[in-house]
Nanobody, 122 residues
């Protein structure tokens, strides 16, 4: 069955960097787009970054542009989010979501991981 398992979330100080991962199984990973979506305490879901299957076009929400990088390793069936210059406003549970098509946009997200907690605090 399809599984998405996030990892790497932790407590970091403002200005620090962190990479979180999403390990995928149960489907042909490189055929599908994917996104990272976050949920800050007491708030709704916010789409953060999306990456299509090929050629791997990445797009970001304005608040993370220039600081976050989404990438994928198809051989390892893993999606990554590299986060630099972290701010307290980045504190959230981060979820990876699989698109039902090769694009990250314009399609439903049919599978989600359980999330990984990132806390940015001094």
């Amino acid at each position: 069955q399809v599984q998405l398992v996030e990892s790497g979330g932790t407590l970091v100080q403002p200005g620090e960097s962190l990479r979180i991962s999403c390990s995928a199984s149960g489907f042909t990973f490189h055929h599908y787009g994917a996104s990272w979506v976050r949920q800050a305490p007491g708030k709704g879901l916010e789409w953060v970054a999306g990456l299509s299957a090929n050629p791997g076009t990445a797009t970001y929400v304005d608040s993370v542009k220039g600081r976050f990088t989404i990438s994928r390793d198809n051989a390892k069936a893993t999606l990554y989010l590299e986060m630099n210059s972290l701010k307290p406003a980045d504190t959230a549970v981060y979820f990876c979501a699989k698109s039902s098509s090769s694009n990250w946009y314009g399609s439903d997200y049919d599978y989600w991981g359980q999330g990984t907690q990132v806390i940015v605090s001094s």
